[in-house]
């Protein structure tokens, strides 16, 4: 393990002179040469020519005196967020080499605040996966310990992080997403409030649980990233009102300030080391001074099968666009309702396929109530019962049930899969942020804990997330 | 008991518009049963609760309701002026075919 700048780190240094973008990005390119015959975390990356000149362009810029808020910082895309100058597939053959014809509101306003976008990020194939092995363009490995898993279904945007092939990156968090490969990659991701950020251009997999989230290697530098990408866009009917939240200047909470809440029974789902790193950086939170306890919350033992009800529901509805005739993967068949079936056949991987066929049972006649509309009503539950503890603290729970698993142990068994979303599926059910950070390694791979907090409550939980960050002095890490 | 699930997985299939290749049918008949009994454990949770359905986490503030604000988006916005044509619809293909 090593350190190396983050987001913050380099515009200091850039605004003083004493790094220059081209010498950064270099050094990045560097990094991704290394890595990615391992790691697998990018789908297609920008021309190293393209990259290098952006970064001198940025350079001139903050010798000008005229450089913008992510003036040569090197983000790297999710590969289902659209982008008009490089492909967009989310991992799935159904859509390579798709380019769409615009680029999503928050590439816009990354490119419009001087980030430099050097490619696009590695996921399970529509993001419908936890552990980043269900890519049609094959697994994405932990930088950390190359036969793992990075947590998916954000699995590349974890990954460069970890092995510093990107600056900051964003994923898109439906259950966990982006939460996921921060725990198992040491690094920082956010959900943020549902309609903070537009979703606008991201393809979509569950409309009313996802958002599109930054990952980093610091509280800090998500907090510059949230800040850039935030607010409301009239081209996303789910986006709030509201202007992107003030964040970055933030300070580190006052640990008597803090008030913490786990939810009661919920971290013994955990295997022992997590629960241990978790209960020790509680202990350490409140020999601080801050106020830990435990909160009664009904419901959300049952989260994980409503959240994944609704989840394949909306999947289903979402996948029907895929009929062979819009997007690049085509039928053969003369008769048209087999087309549609071939194009859909080749182009979808197992695990999209199964979770579309099972969207279509909870939503069929007979069931429709029995499954759909029961997990509607315990939704209602659930973030009820989030908005009120929220109002009163700050939950904490680990970020994940198990430590990074190893490359096909989870997949075999769709109830193992789907059980390492347990604790992350709550914030999306509820529509509050989310934040996951490092709590401690174990034999060294790391391990993450989640805050959640009441809607708009970012601010609280960056402030939170910087005094953790003092206490575990677990920042900017890299693997290697 | 699996045949009655590989005939389920049959009709969704069909109903989704979805070939299954190889032995995925086989493997599909397996999974689909594992995950719909463990997906009806959501019932038992609500026995004896009250609670309405909730599909949308700002409900209380959705602007798609009667009343609600909600202002057009404009086409030429959403997708580049050069792409409408003077009566305000949309130009198909976006791209020149060569």
Redesign the interface.
Known sequence: MHRTPGIADLLYAYANGDMDPVEHAARVLEEIRRWEPKVNAFISLEDPELVLEAAEDAGKRWKRGEARPLEGILVGVKDNISTSFLPTTAASRMLDPYVP??NATVVDRLLERGAIIHGKLNLDEFAMGSTGEFSAFGPTRNPWSLDRVPGGSSSGSGACLAYAGCDGALGSDTGGSVRLPAAYTATVGLKPT??LVSRRGLIPYGN?LEQISPMARSVRDVALLLEAIAGWD??D??S?RTEAPSLSGLKPAEPGEVRVCVPRGLPELAEEPVRKAFYSLLERLESEGASVGEVEM??V??AL??Y??IALAEA?SNL?RY?GTLYPMRGESGEY?RY???A???G?G?EV??R???G???L?EGYRD??Y?????????V?DEVLRATRGCILATPASPVMPPRLGERIGD??KL?AMDAYTVIAN???VPALVQPAGFHEGLPIGVQFMAGRLGEPQLIRLGLLVEELTGLAEVVAG | MNEDWCS??DK??A???????GD?RE??CR??K???E?????????KG?E????????EEES??RPGGE??P?DLA????SD?VDEEGRLKVP??EVK
């Open positions: 014809p615009y549902y309609g009313s009239p081209g009917a789910t709030l009904r419901g033992e049952r099968p409503a994944y009800t289903a029907a009929d309702w549609i079936a071939q859909r056949g080749r979808f197992f396929k199964k579309i066929l099972m279509v049972y909870v069929s029995e499954y509309v029961a997990a509607t009503r315990l939704r209602r539950l973030r769709p109830l789907y059910l509820a529509g | 389920t997985v969704l299939s109903l989704a518009r979805l070939e299954l290749g995925e493997r599909m999974e689909v594992v995950i719909a463990y997906l009806r454990g959501v019932g038992e949770a609500l609760v609670a309405e359905p909730l599909y949308h986490v700002w602007w798609l909600r202002e988006v916005w959403v997708v580049g792409r976006w791209r």
